[in-house]
């Protein structure tokens, strides 16, 4: 497995291309807005077929290409059905000049504890609402790895102060659902770099007074 990662649109919003078995590959949270964003995106793929679109949320940076994807490859996009309604504010923002996502793409929905196998990959679907009410996030457990989207960043939570965000569902999605996972798996956020859950349940100055420090042995060697 390969993954690469795109910052794209204004928002630095961060799409990843996962390469899994053979020649094939998932798109995560297809950011891409302009016409040089989508080209360098589309090249990567080198010719494999995607096999599906990950949509984590449907904030519109998140989601910017999931249509184009769809229509050139006829291919599904998982997302929340509790995410859809977070998609009507694009036409609110819309009237002041920003450029909103073209919404001709179909969802195809997703449950906690869902599991979607594609590019040779199983994707275990854990519900996380707070910055949107049908946040998700994809884990891999077998490749040790998670997309958060905009629940957990290295060093930060995503911002609750949108429209249906709210603040303690946030931090008990991340508490309860997140924090009990293998301390080993990386993350791959919607925004910035990547970290741990050890890490991040460490370090992490949103999440206190949750941390323990000593659950991640890198962080004591210098202690």
Known sequence: ???????????QENTYVVYGEGYSCVVVDPGFLSDEEARIVL?????RKPEAVLLTHGHMDH????????????????MSEEDVKTMDYYDRVAKFGIKVP????TVT?????DTVSA???SFKVITT?????????????????????????AGAIGRTDLIYGEYDDEIRSIMDKLMALDPATVIYPGHGGTSTLGVEGATNPFLEP??????????NENV
């Open 63 to 78: 989601v910017y290409g999931a249509a184009r994807l769809q229509r050139n490859y006829g291919i599904p996009v998982y």
């Open 1 to 11: 497995m390969e993954i690469k990662k795109f910052v794209v649109n204004m928002l």
């Open 210 to 219: 949750f941390n323990e420090r000593e659950e991640i042995p890198e962080l």
């Open 43 to 47: 090249a990567s793929l080198e010719g």
């Open 109 to 113: 929905p997703i449950l906690d504890g």
């Open 119 to 121: 590019a040779g990959i």
């Open 129 to 153: 609402p707070g910055h949107s009410p049908g946040s998700v996030c994809w884990y891999a457990p077998s490749e040790g790895i998670i997309f958060t989207g905009d629940t957990l960043f």
């Open 102 to 105: 073209d919404r001709n793409f």
